[in-house]
């Protein structure tokens, strides 16, 4: 006749067998989950970081303000441009008006629509500090978290 078999296990063995299957299925289903819903929210309403439109910010200069016009549309910067500088300005700070193309011809170029760090002249770096302040005011204005606060 056939011998019978008998098996011993320890209860603990089994507790942390159980528990290994358990933790295993969880982290498939886990993994299932992440992945599955990054798929749909891609294919979602896509998001816009900039409200399209004309923003405008100032910087004091010598007790004269400066005003900055940025034009955006919804995930671009179209223009960055001095509006209403007057000649007497334009003598005193030569500087001024080439940093704000050096600036301008960065951001027209990036490819994304948040600002990437800039690479500023020496010559200008202090001019520049002062005109990006401006700028970053004026793309404040012009994100869409703060147009609907």
Same mark, same amino acid.
């Given at each position: 006749?056939?011998?019978?078999?008998?098996? !011993?296990?320890?209860?603990?063995?089994? *507790?942390?067998?159980?528990?290994? #299957?358990? %933790?295993?299925?969880?982290?498939?289903? &886990?993994?299932?989950?992440?992945?599955?819903?990054?798929?749909?929210?891609?294919?979602?309403?896509?998001?816009?970081?900039?409200?399209?439109?004309?923003?405008?910010?100032?910087?004091?200069?010598?007790?004269?303000?400066?005003?900055?016009? !940025?034009?955006?549309?919804?995930?671009? *910067?179209?223009?960055?441009?001095? #509006?209403? %500088?007057?000649?007497?300005?334009?003598? &005193?700070?030569?500087?001024?008006?080439?940093?704000?193309?050096?600036?301008?011809?960065?951001?027209?170029?990036?490819?994304?629509?948040?600002?990437?760090?800039?690479?500023i002249k020496?010559?200008?770096?202090?001019?520049?500090?002062?005109?990006?302040?401006?700028v970053e005011?004026?793309?404040?204005?012009a994100r869409?978290?703060?147009?609907?606060?």
């Amino acid at each position: 006749m056939g011998s019978t078999k008998i098996f !011993v296990f320890k209860l603990k063995e089994i *507790i942390y067998t159980a528990l290994f #299957i358990a %933790l295993g299925i969880l982290l498939i289903f &886990l993994l299932i989950f992440m992945f599955t819903n990054k798929k749909e929210k891609d294919k979602a309403i896509p998001t816009f970081e900039y409200v399209p439109g004309v923003y405008t910010s100032s910087v004091m200069l010598d007790q004269k303000p400066i005003n900055v016009e !940025v034009i955006v549309d919804s995930n671009h *910067i179209n223009s960055v441009k001095i #509006i209403d %500088l007057s000649s007497d300005a334009e003598t &005193l700070y030569p500087l001024l008006v080439p940093a704000m193309n050096s600036i301008e011809s960065q951001l027209i170029n990036q490819t994304s629509a948040a600002v990437e760090p800039l690479e500023i002249k020496t010559e200008y770096q202090y001019t520049s500090a002062l005109l990006l302040t401006a700028v970053e005011d004026a793309l404040s204005k012009a994100r869409v978290e703060s147009v609907h606060k």
